[in-house]
């Protein structure tokens, strides 16, 4: 096998890499924090008394884990229009990612109320807190807190998932690095960086988020 | 004289710099019964082990029927043995453990039959009816087909006995075997095993119940900090102590 | 929404998309397949191998896990062909779903091992089992309980990552539907079908797995 390995042509480019990488990360934040909201009010759904409220959010859950992203993001972007509703690229991968991450973090939320002690709810309510302020101020935060660790999880998940992004030609990572193979042909090294990228990209946030657990979690 | 069944000579172990057994002589004729009492870390839980080479040791000898486990003299030098036949030497003796372990994807029966048809190579019937057999003679005959989930703890522990026993061991080793268990399970597992000294099987064990020990036993060893302190027959050791330690230890073991 | 005229498209479409839903069928259980075996050793080498070898399969496990699935898909496509390895698309996406479930599966692997309290071992020891004896008797069957509900789940993102393969041309389901769009302009309704079949086989893969779950419990 002869190849010239040639990293200059990737390194050229390195600073639309970098550009690429910071918009996913950007989106992924973006996505997880709405998909926080949607998930929270689905778990929460999902515990309701009322039936109607239950099914409609387990329907949610089991609809969107089960259709692969890539649909989902082709039908926000592409057949959405039909009804009127025209997103931008942008826009439309992060309504997209939300409602995808809401359905696997309405799992996380709802695994993390389940194992909350019934106490907590009942102390709430005797100090005079209502319901929702009960929700509010002492249910979430303690839950929140307790699921941290697969919170994380899913945010490296979702992070990895924004390359799909590139499949409407949002500029991140992945968008450029198809533009740079097909400009220099350098598909080994171009993919090598680019793979690289995601990996220390995934470790630094891992690494960070580890910080952010372990200064947020509940002393034990 | 017979060969011993057991036989320890200067047996030195260390776990990383720490040594936890600085040269344990002990010698076990067939049929002998001996308990070894000690507080934590004394080294008593760590000798046991060292006989099945569940742990390793590094300096000494133990040696089962006349048998070394474990390593072998070869030019001078000490050599372990191969995977194959430490497993061999392992079927020697039996052991039941402090927390059962139990295969919990298998019925009592099965985990009795396991040892008997994988390594001794028993024919499936033949094992099933020592299996049979042996869970019989420690009272749980009853739940043969029941999973380990399905068991009281006391009735864990003697089908654990019986998973070893059945192996035909020639020592059986016991590692706090009741110290798991709720106080009311403890005796009919205290029965079985006083039971099978009567029948003159070589046991080993290490317990905390005093009472037992002293009742079961032809021979009690104290340990501390991984020496011998003291040993003798059980009237010996417990009614008349020799050493401080000892006495302190009986003194905070409630013993009367 | 055209539902008539979508249900007319699809039925005038049906051999292709079929072949599609055949196709997708194909691609997942092949990399399934394939990645599971694989994902067996790299379980067994990271939790019984000595120290080189644990450090060699943990850099090919997590540069896997680290890079999106997206980007293996195309690193697979382009670099393979240029070292002179050529795999037509179809070939080249189902290395790279294999490689990606491997990974996948060598951590649940490894976890559900790790899992199993020692006191098994050292009772399987203290009977005078082997170890390949002590792993097919003792370990793997504690270890299969725990290992298959997530591998279920890698099962149906596998199902779900073979959508990707669109990108480079395989014509699997997902592509096979968009074709009929481009045909049709009935995006919004036919997106949907797309979504409906996904959903379906990844219900029956979860169905199933839920069966086999409650087949092989321990009673306890």
């Not at chain 1, 969107?64 to 592409?78: A, D, E, Q, S, Y």
């Not at chain 2, 060292?50 to 000490?78: H, P």
């Not at chain 2, 019937?125 to 299996?131: K, L, T, V, W």
């Not at chain 2, 019986?162 to 205290?190: G, Q, W, Y």
Request: charged content about 20%; overall charge positive; aromatic content about 10%.
């Amino acid at each position: 096998m002869d190849y010239n390995f040639n990293f200059a042509a990737v390194w050229r480019d390195f600073d639309l890499l970098m550009a690429g990488l910071g918009l996913g990360i950007f989106l992924a934040i973006i996505s997880i924090a709405i998909g926080c909201v949607i998930g929270l009010l689905a778990a929460f759904g999902m515990l309701s008394k009322n039936r109607a409220i239950r099914v409609l959010s387990s329907a949610y859950v089991s609809a969107i884990r089960n259709t692969p992203i890539l649909v989902l993001i082709l039908f926000t972007f592409f057949a959405l229009p039909q009804l009127g509703i025209r997103l931008g690229k942008i826009e439309s991968f992060i309504a997209t990612l939300s409602i995808y991450s809401g359905a696997y973090l309405t799992e996380v939320f709802r695994a993390g109320l389940i194992a909350l002690p019934i106490g907590l709810r009942e102390a709430g309510l005797t100090i005079g807190l209502t319901e929702q302020r009960t929700k509010l101020f002492i249910t979430i935060p303690v839950m929140f807190r307790n699921v941290l660790p697969s919170l994380s999880n899913n945010f490296i998940s979702l992070f990895k998932d924004t390359s799909l992004a590139a499949a409407i030609a949002v500029p991140e990572l992945t968008f450029y690095a198809r533009k740079i193979n097909v400009e220099t042909f350098r598909v080994i090294e171009t993919w090598m960086v680019v793979s690289l990228m995601y990996v220390a990209a995934c470790y630094v946030i891992a690494a960070i988020l580890r910080r952010v657990e372990s200064r947020l979690a509940i002393p034990r | 004289m017979a060969t011993p069944i057991l036989e320890i000579k200067n047996l030195h172990k260390r776990f990383g710099k720490l040594e936890v057994l600085k040269g344990i002589d002990l010698t076990m004729l067939q049929g002998d019964v001996v308990s070894l009492i000690g507080s934590s870390g004394s080294g008593k839980t760590t000798l046991l082990r060292c006989v099945n080479l569940l742990e390793d040791y590094e300096d000494g000898i133990v040696a089962v029927d006349g048998e070394q486990i474990g390593f072998k003299e070869k030019s001078g030098r000490r050599v372990r043995l191969s995977e194959k036949e430490i497993a061999r030497q392992r079927a020697m003796t039996g052991m039941a453990f402090q927390h059962f372990n139990l295969f919990p994807h298998m019925t009592a029966i099965n985990n009795v039959m396991l040892g008997l048809i994988k390594t001794r190579g028993t024919p499936k019937d033949e094992a099933y009816s020592i299996a049979e057999k042996w869970l019989e003679r420690v009272g749980v005959r009853a739940r043969k087909d029941y999973f380990p989930g399905q068991l009281s703890g006391g009735q864990q522990q003697r089908v654990a006995i019986a998973r070893a026993i059945a192996m035909n061991p020639k020592l059986m080793l016991f590692d706090e075997v009741t110290s798991a268990l709720d106080p009311e399970l403890v005796n009919e597992v205290l029965a079985v095993i006083q039971d099978l000294a009567k029948d003159g099987m070589t046991m080993l064990l290490v317990t905390h119940e005093m009472q037992f020990a002293h009742d079961v036993s032809s021979r009690v060893v104290f340990m501390q900090d991984g020496r011998i302190g003291e040993a003798g027959p059980p009237e010996q050791l417990f009614r008349s102590p020799k050493s401080e330690r000892l006495t302190l230890f009986l003194k905070n073991s409630k013993f009367h | 929404m055209e539902i008539l005229e979508a249900i007319i498209a699809v039925w005038a479409a049906r051999w292709p998309i079929l072949d599609g839903i055949g196709n997708t069928l194909l691609i997942s259980g092949v990399a399934i397949a394939w990645g599971t075996m694989l994902g067996l050793g790299v379980g067994l080498l990271l939790t019984y191998g000595n120290l080189g070898v644990r450090l060699f399969v943990r850099i090919y496990s997590d540069f896997l896990r680290g890079t999106p699935v997206f980007v293996l898909i195309l690193a697979c496509f382009y670099i393979l062909s240029v070292i002179g390895i050529d795999l037509s698309a179809f070939e080249a996406g189902i290395f790279a779903l294999t490689l990606f479930c491997s990974s996948h599966v060598g951590e649940i692997v490894r976890g559900a091992l790790q899992a199993i309290p020692r006191g098994q071992t050292e009772a399987a020891k203290s009977i005078g089992l082997t170890f390949s004896q002590t792993l097919f008797s003792v370990l793997f069957p504690q270890a299969l309980r725990q290992i298959l509900p997530t591998w279920v789940n890698t099962a149906t993102e596998i199902v779900k990552a073979s959508t990707l393969l669109s990108i480079i041309g395989v014509v699997e389901l997902l592509l096979s539907v968009q074709q009929v769009i481009s045909r049709a302009y009935l995006s919004m309704e036919l997106y949907f079908f797309a979504g409906f079949v996904y959903f379906l086989i990844n219900f029956a893969i979860e169905k199933t797995g839920r069966y086999v779950e409650r087949k092989v419990a321990i009673p306890s």
